[in-house]
C-alpha cells in the first residue's frame, strides 16, 4: 500500500481538499512546518493522517496534536533520546499512536533499533536507502514483526516494487509529486498502486466490494476491477464494474450519485469496502436505501426525521418539537430524567429510545447529520488526554434514588437547573474551545437517617466487577501458556505490557547488579523485614498440639509447610516491594522449600531492584518477569523454566483475581490460592475528636492505590463544621498528591455516611467488612470487641494505615470487597498445613471400639464396622 507523504507549509481549503484526496486510499503522511502544526488541527479530525514531528517537538505539542485526530506522531529518530527516559514521548503515549523514522544506517543496526524500540511504538519507517538492500529487506520485516514497517522512496517505484513490497507487508512512503490520480507521464497512478497490492481468486479478476454509507451501514454488494479503482479515485465517486455493461458510474443515470469517502481492503485484500454518502432516494434500483430492504434502527430514524423536517404534517408532534424550541428541550431533560431513573433491562431500552428519538430530533432541527455526530466520537476516540469525566457541579450529587446528599429530591433539582440553564434572550456564541474539566476531590455525603433499606444496600457495594467478562478474557489467556509455556508468557508479555522478554525467569543466586538499590531504601526495607518476621514468627506453632480426648486414645496436631509457593508482587502504577516483603517473609518463616515470586517486568524488560533486593533477602528461588493472568498460569501449571506451584498468594487487579480462581478450580492444576481479592478500600470511624488532617490523609493513602480502589467515613455525631474541615483537608491534600488523577477517580466512587453514635457505625463497618478499618474516635481501643469483620483495625489517632502497609509488623495482604466476613490476611499459617494424628492403645481401643462400630452400623460402612471388630474380638478374647 501507499501512504502519501505531504509537505504543508499553511492551511488552506485547497489544503484540505488535498489531504480528502489523497486520504481516499488509505494514511498520508503529513510534514507540516512547525508554523503549519497549530492550523493542521482543524484539519485532523476528518482525515486519517500521520503528522511527522521535528526531532526537537515538545511532548505536549505532539500530545495535542494527536488530541486533535492526528493517527499517529512519526518521531525522528535521535540517539540522545533513550526509550526509557520518562520525559520522553516513548513513555508518555501509548505505542499505538506512535511511529519512528529511523536514520540512514546499515541493515544490521536498522534491525536492532527497531528490536529495542519495539515495545514503544507500531510503525517504523526506514529510509530510500534500504532498497538499495532489497535482499534484506526480509529481514527487517521479520525483525518488525507485529508492527508496521514503511519504506521511504526518493525515486518514482514501480508497480513490481510496490507489489513486491506488500508481499512483506511492507508499506511504501512516497512524495505525492510522484502521484497522479489518472494517467500522467512519469507519475505513479494511486488507483492502479492501490489494485496491484489485491488479490483474487475469481477467474474475472474482481473484487467482491461491499459498499456502506457513512454509519457503515450496507447498501449493496458490487464488483470493482483495476480499472474501476482507479476511475473511482479519479474522480472520488462511485465507479464499479458492472459484469455486464463495463464501468458503472453510480448514479450517471438516476441521480443517485455517491461520493467516494474512503476504499479500504479487508484483512485478505481480496474484498474492498467503499465508504460513500449517498445521495438521491437511494443505492438500490428499487428506490429503497439499501438493496436489502427498508432500513431500520437509528439511520432510519435520522432519514425519516430529515423527511419530516421537509414536510412534516401539520399540527403533528413532530412538527411541533421542530417549530418549538422549549418543548423539545423539556423533552429531552425528562427523558435524560427517566432514564437515569430505569433499573430494568427493558426499561432501559426504552427510555434510551426516547432519549435518541429526541436528541435526534434536535440535532436535524440545527442541521447535524449522524456522520457530524459521529465525526466527534471518532475525534474522541484518538484522545490521548482525557477529561476526568466528572458532572458539572449543578448535577453533582444527583443519586441514590432521587436524592442529593441524600437529602434533597432529585426531581425539584432538575426543575431548578432546567430554570436556571434556560437561555437568555441574547446570546454570544463562546469561542470553540474545549476546556478540560478537572474533577474536584470530594467524597459524596449521605445521612444514614435519611436512607432507605434498599439506599443502605447499595452503600455496601464495591464498584462492580464484570466477573464473566474477566474470566472470558482470562481463560484463553491461561490456556495459552498451558499450552505453549515460556513462549505464551513471553508473547503475551509482549501483547499486554510492550515488552519484549529475551526470558522469563532470573534464577538465584541473582547478580547483585539487578537489586542494587539505594541505600536509604535498603536500610528502610531491613527494618520492615525484622518487624514483620518477628510478628510472623511469633505466629507458628512451637510444638504440636496434643490431646489425651480420653484414656489410651492421643490425638495429635502439627504443621508443615507447603513446598512450594508462588507469591505474585503486582506492578501497574506503583512499585511495590512492601508486597514482596508481607508475602515473602511468612512463606520464608513457615519454611517453604521453593519460593517463587512473579512480578511484571519495567519497559526496558528488567526486574523492578527493589523487589529484587527483596527476593536476594528472603532466598527466593526465582523471580517470573511477567505479571497478569500469564504470570498467574505459568506458576499454576509451569513452564520450562518456571517451577510449578503449590499455593498462589498476592493481591493484583481483577484478571489476577480471576486467574487464581480459575487455577484454583482446575483440578489439573491442583492449586490453592489465599483468598480472592479486588481493588483496595478503607474505612474510617471518626467523631468530633479526630483530627481532620489525620483523617483526610488516610482515606487518600487508600484512593490513590487505583481508580478503582474506594473509601468510606463514616461520621460518628460529627458536626457540620468538622466534616467541612475534613473535606477541606481530603481536597488541598488530594490535589497535592502526585497521583491526584488517580485520587478524582476513586473519590468519586468513595463517600461519607452520617451516622447516630460509635454503635451504628460498627454495625455498619461489620456489614461492610473493609480490608482495613481505623478507628479515628477517643478510646478507639474500647470499639475493638465490636469488631466482628475487617482485614486488619488500626487503632487511634497516632496508627496511620501506612504503618501497616509497610512496616510494623502486620500483613497488609487483606481480605477486600467484603471477603472479610469470611477470610483472614496473609499470615504465617497461610502458608502451613496442619496434619492430625492419633494413637490408640489397646485399652483405649476397648474403651472407644463399640462406639465407632455402632456409628459404622448406622452408616451402612460394614468394611469401616468390621475393621475394628476384628481388633475387639482380639482384644476382648480372653475375658469370654
Known amino acids: 500500500m501507499l501512504v502519501p507523504a505531504i509537505t504543508i507549509d499553511e492551511v488552506s481549503d485547497a489544503t484540505i481538499t488535498h489531504l480528502a484526496a489523497y486520504a481516499l486510499t488509505g494514511d498520508v503522511l503529513v510534514v507540516p512546518s512547525p508554523s503549519a502544526i497549530p492550523e493542521l488541527k482543524s484539519v485532523l479530525a476528518t482525515t486519517s493522517a500521520w503528522v511527522q514531528f521535528p526531532e526537537r517537538a515538545s511532548v505536549d505539542t505532539i500530545v495535542s496534536t494527536l488530541d486533535a485526530g492526528a493517527v499517529k506522531a512519526a518521531l525522528v529518530y535521535s540517539s540522545s533520546q533513550q526509550p526509557t527516559d520518562p520525559s520522553s514521548a516513548f513513555q508518555q503515549l501509548p505505542a499505538d499512536r506512535l511511529a519512528l523514522i529511523l536514520p540512514a544506517i546499515p541493515t544490521a543496526e536498522t534491525a536492532s533499533l527497531i528490536t529495542q524500540y519495539k515495545a514503544y511504538v507500531s510503525a517504523f519507517i526506514v529510509p530510500p536507502r534500504a532498497l538499495l538492500n532489497s535482499d534484506k529487506l526480509p529481514q527487517l520485516a521479520e525483525a518488525a514483526k507485529g508492527v508496521h514497517l514503511l519504506v521511504q522512496v526518493d525515486t518514482l517505484p514501480s508497480l513490481q516494487l510496490v507489489t513486491e513490497l506488500d508481499k512483506l507487508s511492507i508499506n511504501i512512503v512516497i512524495p505525492t509529486h510522484f502521484l497522479s490520480f489518472g494517467p500522467a507521464e512519469n507519475k505513479l497512478n494511486i488507483g492502479e498502486a492501490f489494485a496491484s497490492t489485491l488479490k483474487t481468486d475469481r477467474p474475472d479478476g474482481l473484487f467482491p466490494t461491499i459498499v456502506v454509507d457513512e454509519q457503515q451501514v450496507a447498501l449493496g454488494l458490487c464488483y470493482s476491477s483495476a480499472e474501476s479503482i482507479s476511475e473511482a479515485v479519479r474522480t472520488k465517486t462511485g465507479v464499479y464494474q458492472s459484469r455486464e455493461r463495463g464501468l458503472w458510474y453510480k448514479g450517471a443515470t438516476s441521480g443517485a450519485t455517491q461520493r467516494l469517502l474512503k476504499i479500504t481492503p479487508d484483512c485478505d485484500k481480496d474484498t474492498l469496502r467503499f465508504v460513500v454518502s449517498q445521495s438521491g432516494p437511494g443505492f438500490c434500483h428499487l428506490n429503497t436505501r439499501t438493496c436489502f430492504g427498508a432500513d431500520s434502527g437509528i439511520t432510519a430514524l435520522a432519514a425519516t426525521l430529515e423527511s419530516r423536517k421537509a414536510s412534516a404534517p401539520a399540527g403533528s408532534y413532530t412538527q411541533r418539537l421542530f417549530s418549538d424550541p422549549n418543548l423539545l428541550r423539556s423533552k429531552i431533560m425528562e427523558e435524560a430524567e427517566e432514564l437515569c431513573e430505569a433499573t430494568e433491562k427493558d426499561e432501559i431500552a426504552w427510555e434510551c429510545a426516547d432519549l435518541i428519538y429526541f436528541a435526534l430530533t434536535k440535532c436535524v432541527a440545527e442541521g447535524v447529520t449522524l456522520a457530524d455526530v459521529e465525526k466527534h466520537l471518532d475525534r474522541r476516540s484518538r484522545k490521548v488526554t482525557r477529561r476526568a469525566g466528572n458532572a458539572k457541579p449543578k448535577w453533582e450529587g444527583v443519586a441514590m434514588g432521587g436524592k442529593v446528599n441524600g437529602t434533597t429530591e432529585a426531581v ?188 511484571p517486568p519495567r519497559k526496558d524488560g528488567t526486574a523492578v531492584p527493589e523487589v529484587m533486593y527483596v527476593a536476594h533477602k528472603l532466598g527466593v528461588g526465582c523471580v517470573v518477569l511477567a505479571g497478569g493472568a500469564q504470570a498467574v498460569a505459568a506458576m499454576a501449571y509451569g513452564t520450562e523454566t518456571v517451577p510449578k506451584v503449590d499455593k498462589i498468594c498476592g493481591p493484583g487487579n481483577q484478571y489476577v483475581t480471576a486467574a487464581k480462581m480459575v487455577a484454583q478450580a482446575d483440578s489439573s492444576a491442583m492449586i490453592s490460592i489465599d483468598m480472592p481479592a479486588g481493588p483496595s478500600e478503607l474505612l474510617v470511624i471518626a467523631d468530633e475528636h479526630s483530627n481532620p488532617a489525620y483523617v483526610a490523609s488516610d482515606l487518600l493513602s487508600q484512593a490513590e492505590h487505583g481508580v478503582d480502589s474506594q473509601v468510606v467515613l463514616l461520621a460518628s455525631n460529627i458536626s457540620d463544621a468538622h466534616l467541612a474541615k475534613i473535606e477541606e483537608q481530603v481536597r488541598l491534600q488530594g490535589e497535592a498528591l502526585p497521583r491526584a488523577d488517580i485520587v478524582r477517580e476513586s473519590i468519586g466512587k468513595s463517600f461519607v455516611l452520617r451516622v447516630q453514635g460509635r454503635e451504628e457505625a460498627m454495625r455498619f463497618s461489620n456489614l461492610y467488612a473493609p480490608e482495613h478499618l481505623i478507628l479515628h474516635v477517643e478510646d478507639a481501643e474500647d470499639l475493638l470487641p465490636l469488631v466482628d469483620n475487617a482485614g486488619s483495625v488500626f487503632v487511634g489517632h497516632w496508627s496511620p494505615e501506612s504503618c501497616g502497609d509497610y512496616a510494623s509488623g502486620t500483613n497488609h495482604t487483606l481480605p477486600t470487597y467484603g471477603y472479610a466476613r469470611m477470610y483472614s490476611g496473609v499470615n504465617t499459617l497461610t502458608f502451613v498445613k496442619h496434619i492430625t494424628s492419633q494413637m490408640l492403645t489397646r485399652e483405649g481401643l476397648d474403651r472407644l471400639g463399640d462406639t465407632v462400630t455402632r456409628l459404622a452400623e448406622v452408616e451402612g460402612l460394614e468394611a469401616h464396622r468390621n475393621a475394628v471388630a476384628v481388633r475387639l474380638r482380639d482384644i476382648r478374647a480372653g475375658r469370654e
Open 412 to 599: 425539584e433539582v432538575v426543575k431548578n437547573v432546567a430554570e436556571a440553564a434556560a437561555p437568555p434572550a441574547t446570546v454570544t456564541a463562546p469561542a470553540m474551545v474545549e476546556v478540560e474539566e478537572k474533577k474536584e476531590i470530594k467524597m459524596k455525603v449521605y445521612n444514614y437517617a435519611d436512607t432507605t433499606p434498599s439506599e443502605r444496600t447499595a452503600l455496601l457495594q464495591r464498584p462492580i466487577i464484570k466477573t464473566d467478562e474477566i474470566l472470558a478474557r482470562v481463560k484463553p489467556i491461561m490456556e495459552e501458556v498451558r499450552r505453549n509455556g515460556d513462549k505464551g508468557v513471553i508473547d503475551l508479555t509482549e501483547k499486554f505490557d510492550r515488552v519484549k522478554l529475551q526470558h522469563t525467569v532470573l534464577k538465584a543466586p541473582f547478580d547483585p547488579s539487578t537489586y542494587a538499590i539505594d541505600p536509604t531504601v535498603k536500610k528502610a526495607i531491613d527494618q520492615a523485614y525484622d518487624n514483620l518476621y518477628a510478628f510472623h514468627s511469633a505466629q507458628l506453632d512451637s510444638k504440636p498440639l496434643v490431646v489425651e480426648t480420653m484414656p489410651g486414645v492421643t490425638c495429635t496436631r502439627f504443621h508443615r509447610p507447603i513446598e512450594r509457593v508462588g507469591l505474585y508482587v503486582p506492578g501497574g502504577t506503583a512499585i511495590l516491594p512492601s508486597t514482596a516483603l508481607h508475602l515473602g517473609i511468612p512463606a520464608q518463616v513457615a519454611g517453604c522449600k521453593e519460593i517463587v515470586f512473579a512480578s
